[in-house]
């Protein structure tokens, strides 16, 4: 075994011997570094970039997201007084939307009060109110 | 003295090439000894030491600490395969070059002592010779261990044999150097 390692420290140092201690083409090796380096700066800064510019649209699609959905779910007025108008006329037992407006005359001013009334309200408030 | 480890990451951090060109010049002459074992002239083992750099540059990005050297010998010697594979004079591992172990088992009883090899007169060149004649897979754990400082665990890893054929593989090649090199005294 001590054999073996004497022989293997030899060999070593005979493999060793005669082998430039300056690096080979060492300005050419650092060259090639910078330059890698430098790419790789690049390309963290471009990284770094994309992740933002990503943050910043994930972001205003959350936003927009919510605002949508906050216009989905909100009873629109123009839809609740349709919808208004439309149980009058099948109530009245008129055939249009028009024939049921023309038919709240101005004796009938209470009921005009009311759509006004009914236009800002929710939908599900409309329904019960005529029930 | 800062570690290989700091070095290599101020270069893979910092992009400090003072850093890196500190580590060439300290790992420059085992790693170009190890290339010229393995490759057949000085001029492909000093493309393959460019090579090796190259390398360890484009990756220093994915180094994760841990010993520097066996690090850098696992580089070098897929640069030293590379090379050899374009010029088509890569033989697989399981070759077994030369005469073998047989050969090595044919050592006379009057071997020569520690002492006696420690003096031997074979030059570099005998040495590297030597060391070029022995079989692919036995060469490349003995300067993978010699000179990369790699544990033989290691070794058989990156040859993606068994352990016990790494071990078979240094001990063929011991045998086989006392064998050529005892003739040079």
Redesign the interface.
């Known amino acids: 075994m001590?054999?073996?390692r004497?022989?293997?420290a030899?060999?070593?140092g005979?493999?060793?011997?005669?082998?430039?201690?300056?690096?080979?083409?060492?300005a050419?090796?650092?060259r090639?570094?910078?330059a890698?380096?430098?790419a790789?700066?690049a390309e963290g800064r471009m990284r770094r970039r994309r992740t933002a510019a990503l943050l910043v649209a994930a972001s205003l699609a959350i936003v927009l997201s919510f605002a949508v959905l906050h216009i989905d779910f909100s009873p629109r007025p123009r839809d609740t007084v349709a919808c208004v108008i439309d149980l009058l006329r099948t109530a009245d037992g008129a055939e249009t939307s028009q024939e049921a407006l023309a038919d709240i005359g101005p004796g009938e001013a209470s009921v005009a009060e009311m759509l006004l009334a009914w236009q800002d309200a929710p939908y599900e408030s409309a329904i019960a109110d005529l029930q | 003295m800062e570690e290989d480890s700091e070095l290599l990451f101020a270069?893979s951090r910092r992009?400090d090439?003072e850093s890196?060109?500190a580590l060439?010049?300290r790992h420059?002459?085992?790693m170009?000894?190890?290339l010229?074992?393995l490759l057949p002239t000085a001029a492909d083992a000093?493309d393959a030491?460019?090579e090796t750099?190259?390398r360890v540059?484009?990756s220093?990005?994915r180094y994760r600490g841990g010993k520097v050297r066996p690090y850098l010998a696992v580089i070098a010697r897929s640069a030293a395969i590379d090379r050899l594979r374009q010029m088509g004079r890569l033989v697989s591992l399981d070759v077994e070059g030369g005469e073998g172990a047989s050969a090595a088992e044919r050592l006379p009883d009057g071997a020569p002592?520690?002492r006696e090899?420690?003096e031997?007169k074979?030059?570099?060149e005998?040495?590297?010779e030597a060391?070029r004649s022995l079989p692919e897979g036995p060469r490349q754990v003995?300067l993978m261990?010699?000179?990369g400082e790699l544990s033989f665990k290691e070794i058989a890893s990156e040859l993606d044999v068994p352990l016990g054929t790494a071990l078979t593989w240094m001990r063929t090649a011991?045998l086989k150097?006392?064998e050529m090199?005892g003739g040079e005294r």
């Open positions: 001590n054999e073996d004497e022989l293997l030899f060999v070593k005979r493999l060793e011997e005669g082998v430039a201690s300056s690096p080979p083409r060492l050419e090796i650092g090639a570094a910078a890698e380096s430098f790789r700066v | 270069y992009g090439v890196l060109s060439v010049r420059a002459v085992w170009q000894a190890f010229r074992g000093e030491f460019q750099w190259a540059v484009k220093a990005g002592s520690p090899r420690f031997s074979a030059t570099a005998d040495v590297r060391v003995l261990r010699i000179e011991t150097l006392k090199l």
